[in-house]
């Protein structure tokens, strides 16, 4: 049956609902049978059909059942259609096996109706996305995904023909595989198209968990160092320093502050696993030979601010990489956010769209990785490796030769748009370039490529290329990245409105291919793939130093935190490197799936059970939670009076499902059928347009449950409407950047993003394939870095100051304790600065005074040192035994969280306060990005350039070095009975200069210069604060 285009989201919501015994056709009762039991029309899946619609589809329909596709068989008293003599020759009586499974699956009912999606109307839109093809599978399909659960890879051929064998005896015994007078070339096509049939149906992906003697170890080490970190802080507690009171309590309080944050990171840890896809079941399932290809399309989004910080080469590049993508052409849509209406990055997407017409069919035709020309030419690889085409070498050298002029051209714009003419820009035509004021423009849309535009050079069609600059006018706030992505959501909905978005930094190309199927496997899934908001890659970068001196990969938590939230709710978003569900970001909650109804008991009084707790049970749902927005529009699309003809109801819904959805004006239209009730739900403008705005045709595209437009629809229209959706003043009194879309409030919208997607009950996944599926750059000199972390730091701050704060935010809902544990840990971290900036003075302070915040401990007391510095280790070793991480990429995490710490962090903790409290707003800092100079590859790590971050830990280096002097003098001049207390100091004063060390380093530079105005401050401070407290001792006694 055709799907009905008016099925949307909002049906997986209502699963629940649905009983056993109602008919998913016509919603009628499903009766008993002649037997007197409930009937049954399908005897492997038990898919609820009443009678009527079982004969009607078994002499009109397609003869089969829409779950499981099983051919339907004859009951007793139904009429005789043809192909019934065969099948009772075959099958004289129900499989008594059958029958078992009948009973088996009465329990997991609930599962089997998250597979298909029906309408009031009495036809079907069948979800079985494991089921690629139209046509009618054998009931074998049904079986086989239970009988073949082990994977031919871990098989050798004898031990696999082995297993088919068997399944065909099986299947043969049952009836379900007729032996016929086949020849036996016949016979052995025919099982490789069954054995196609059986690997399409397997699952698209597994969870691979850790191995347990692996994880098992971490856990109890956790647990032991969680048991030694309470008697500890009961010693120091007890014990204080009474000659340094003032030290003990300062340190104590920051222990305590540091066991705390341990705890908000460590345990979200706790469940880590690894995930693998199949791409070949993927293609099998969906990309069946001579057949419509059924991939879910995707539209990639690429925002971009100032061309100037971002070099048009690099956003070209990027493009070009998901121009060539490995996936249907038709199914790919790119849009591109220009921020900052700069003509330059106008042309930059003129010539990149051209030299897309030669890049696309050359990256396809030798399938060259990865496909952003600039990285693969670059690459220092044997490039000749697994290429047999003896025309390769020819066409790469004329490909790098054209790449080569295409670079020229975009210089030559980037040099001409260094000075920008009095009069403004001027387009090709003449016109003026309506963005030459960035602050104050209307909103430009310009459609590249795509069935309408250019195709390439062997005459293939290209993806669609639009670009997207919204309005901007003054006295309205644009809210920086947040507003442009949910710009582009509005446009993509209108013009192309795919199913799924992939957002992506104009710096990150895709270095993988294949990485939107990678995501597919998740999102297509036919149980997991509803429940999904978005499908997480990790971060990997291009251009970074062999040491990677500043963390700069940040492999700890990619490869350890994500994959410990992935065992949870899914990871956080990281703001790229993301693909979303569509309807995750309007605001909605996932499917729910039908549980089973719990044991009750009715020889109790109904008194005594409303005590119980039965009165909740009784409450109508409806009044637990005011329906809204489109939720009452879907529902009453839904909720249609019951026709007693099964017959008119289908054909009713045949004609209704053609209808195209484009006007809000065209659904008052055919009302008759439904009561005053519904009809009001149906009206429900008003809540459409304050939840979505003013537009109907991105209100129709959220109707659309599989994406795409409605039939018939303008171009020319559409684009007009894109360009309203894209006005400034579209968003206001409206949920946008409230409930739907990117969330405002915080200049690391990520984070809240996800947060409140997690908070309405989605999952998230974390895919890690082999080949990084993205790669970008980063700031690797120490300036650029810090700033970075500054901005990172200060969005968490501006969450934690909000109602969204996970302290307090949506408690009592969908999100798991340990996911929200994740979440309060990164936005307090932050704070974290004032109490690691205090500990880190305390050494030098020991040093200067003589003092020490530990008074003098027996062996007992001792032990307890010794077992927490022991679990401290021992932690760390089996994290990177089950997450195969470096020592070195633990150790530089470790160093830069105490070099941010005592900078960025602290500096965005001030300026999230002055924000807070006085309104004082910090301007958004654009991190530059662009290729490294290729005569000096890493000459970004000692480019040096002065920021007040530098000052606090350049202070404390001075200090504790000149603690350690004034410490190891002090030692000389009094004898050999001070060197004992003294090592202890040391050994506290070298962690931090260790800590600090790659910091110490980045201020000399390659010539180890350090700018006359950082040592001057830092001096100064140094002496100041060590003459003030040698005056004033406040230890000595008055």
């Not at 997607?757 to 700031?779: D, E, L, N, T, V």
Request: glycine share 6%; net charge positive.
């Amino acid at each position: 049956m055709e799907p009905n285009t008016m099925a949307s989201f909002g049906d997986e919501h209502r699963h629940s609902s649905f009983s056993a015994k109602i008919c998913r056709i016509c919603r009628d009762e499903v009766k008993d049978g002649d037997n007197g039991q409930t009937f049954v029309a399908c005897h492997v899946c038990a898919f609820p059909v009443c009678k009527p619609c079982y004969e009607y589809e078994r002499s009109n329909g397609n003869k089969c059942c829409p779950q499981c596709n099983t051919p339907y068989k004859r009951h007793k008293g139904s009429p005789t259609i043809a192909g019934d003599d065969e099948e009772e020759e075959n099958n004289g009586h129900v499989d008594s096996d059958d029958e078992l499974n009948i009973k088996n699956r009465k329990d997991t009912s609930s599962i089997h109706q998250n597979f298909a999606y029906g309408s009031e109307n009495g036809d079907y839109n069948s979800k079985q996305q494991w089921r690629p093809n139209g046509r009618a599978f054998s009931s074998t399909g049904s079986v086989l995904g239970r009988e073949f659960e082990g994977e031919r890879d871990g098989a050798t051929d004898a031990e696999w023909k082995e297993r088919v064998d068997k399944w065909k005896a099986r299947q043969e015994k049952r009836g379900l595989l007729v032996k016929g007078e086949q020849t036996k070339d016949q016979d052995s096509q025919t099982d490789e198209e069954e054995f196609l049939d059986a690997d399409a149906r397997q699952p698209l992906w597994r969870k691979v968990p850790i191995s347990s003697s692996k994880i098992s170890p971490y856990r109890i080490v956790i647990v032991l160092r969680l048991i030694i970190l309470v008697f500890f802080f009961r010693f120091r507690i007890l014990t204080p320093a009474k000659d340094a009171y003032p030290l003990w309590l300062i340190s104590v309080i920051c222990e305590i502050w540091f066991a705390l944050s341990w705890i908000l990171d460590q345990f979200p840890k706790w469940f880590p696993i690894n995930r693998e896809t199949y791409l070949d079941r993927l293609s099998m399932r969906f990309e069946r030979d001579g057949e419509k290809n059924k991939l879910a399309p995707v539209d990639v989004f690429v925002s971009t601010v100032d061309p100037l910080k971002e070099p048009p080469i690099i956003t070209a590049n990027t493009i070009l990489s998901i121009l060539a993508v490995d996936y249907p052409v038709s199914k790919v849509s790119c849009y591109v956010s220009d921020d900052g209406a700069s003509m330059l990055l106008f042309d930059t997407l003129s010539e990149t769209s051209e030299f897309a017409r030669r890049w696309v069919p050359f990256c396809k035709k030798y399938n060259v990785e990865p496909r952003a020309p600039e990285f693969y030419f670059s690459e220092k690889i044997d490039y000749l490796k697994d290429k047999v085409q003896t025309t390769f070498v020819k066409d790469r050298r004329a490909m790098k030769r054209e790449y080569e002029e295409f670079k020229v051209r975009i210089n030559s714009l980037v040099a001409k748009a260094q000075k920008k003419p009095e009069e403004g820009w001027v387009m090709q035509d003449g016109t003026p370039w309506p963005g030459n004021n960035t602050r104050d423009h209307p909103g430009m849309i310009q459609v590249y490529l795509g069935k309408e535009g250019a195709y390439d050079i062997d005459g293939n069609e290209l993806p669609r290329l639009v670009y997207v600059s919204r309005e901007k006018r003054p006295g309205y706030a644009h809210h920086k990245k947040a507003g442009a992505m949910n710009a582009m959501v509005r446009v993509s909905a209108v013009l192309t409105n795919a199913p799924f978005m992939l957002n992506l930094d104009c710096d990150h190309y895709i270095n993988n291919s294949r990485a939107i199927r990678e995501s597919m496997c998740f999102l297509m899934d036919p149980q997991l793939g509803k429940k999904l908001c978005y499908v997480q890659f990790p971060q990997r970068f291009d251009g970074i130093d062999r040491n990677d001196r500043y963390a700069n990969r940040n492999i700890v938590f990619f490869d350890i935190n994500m994959r410990g939230l992935d065992g949870i709710q899914g990871p956080v978003y990281v703001g790229t490197g993301c693909v979303f569900n569509r309807p995750a970001l309007y605001g909605y909650e996932p499917p729910v799936s039908e549980k089973r109804k719990k044991m009750t008991c009715d020889c109790w009084p109904s008194w005594l059970s409303c005590c119980c707790g039965g009165g909740r049970r009784g409450k109508p749902k409806s009044d637990s939670k005011k329906k809204s927005g489109i939720k009452s529009l879907l529902s009453g699309l839904r909720r249609k009076k019951k026709k007693k003809d099964s017959a008119t109801t289908m054909s009713y819904s045949r004609k209704r499902s053609t209808e195209a959805i484009f006007d809000l004006e065209d659904i008052e239209e055919g009302l008759e059928g439904y009561d005053e009730h519904d009809k009001s739900s149906l009206m429900s403008q008003k809540n459409f347009e304050k939840r979505f705005g003013m537009s109907p045709v991105f209100i129709a595209s959220t109707l659309m449950e599989k994406g795409g437009l409605p039939e018939a629809t303008n171009t020319s229209s559409l684009i007009k409407e894109a360009i309203h959706v894209i006005s400034c003043g579209y968003e206001e009194k409206t949920e946008w950047g409230k409930e739907i879309g990117w969330i405002y409030g915080s200049v690391t919208e990520d984070i809240l993003t996800g947060f409140k997607m997690h908070c309405r009950g989605w999952k998230s996944i974390y895919c890690m394939p082999k080949r990084p599926a993205f790669k970008g750059s980063a700031p690797i000199n120490l300036s650029d870095r810090l700033h970075q972390v500054l901005r990172w730091a200060l969005g968490s701050v501006e969450i934690f100051f909000s109602r969204h704060c996970p302290l307090w935010y949506a408690w009592g809902g969908k999100l798991k304790i340990l996911e929200r544990l994740a979440y309060i840990n990164t936005i307090v971290y932050p704070f974290t600065s004032i109490p690691l900036l205090a500990y880190c003075t305390i050494p030098a302070v020991c040093l200067l005074t003589g003092k020490f915040i530990i008074p003098t401990i027996n062996n007992f007391a001792s032990i307890w040192f010794l077992a927490l510095f022991l679990s401290i280790i021992a932690t760390a070793i089996l994290e990177l035994r089950w997450s195969e991480v470096s020592i070195t990429d633990l150790w530089r995490n470790e160093q830069f969280w105490v070099i941010g710490g005592v900078s960025a962090h602290l500096f965005a903790v001030f300026q999230g306060l002055l924000k807070v409290l006085f309104g004082v707003d910090t301007n958004f800092t654009v991190t530059s990005k662009g290729a490294s100079d290729e005569a000096d590859e890493f000459g970004d790590l000692y480019l040096f350039k002065w920021t007040t971050l530098l000052i606090p830990p350049t202070t404390l280096i001075i200090l504790n070095m000149v603690g350690v002097v004034a410490g190891v003098s002090d030692a000389i001049n009094n004898g050999y009975g001070s060197w004992g207390p003294l090592f202890g100091k040391l050994f506290f004063a070298f962690w931090v200069i260790v800590h600090l060390y790659p910091f110490l380093k980045g201020l000399m530079g390659r010539q180890n210069r350090t700018p006359t105005i950082v040592v001057l401050w830092s001096i100064l401070l140094a002496s100041i604060f060590s003459l003030v407290w040698v005056r004033i001792d406040p230890f000595l006694a008055k």
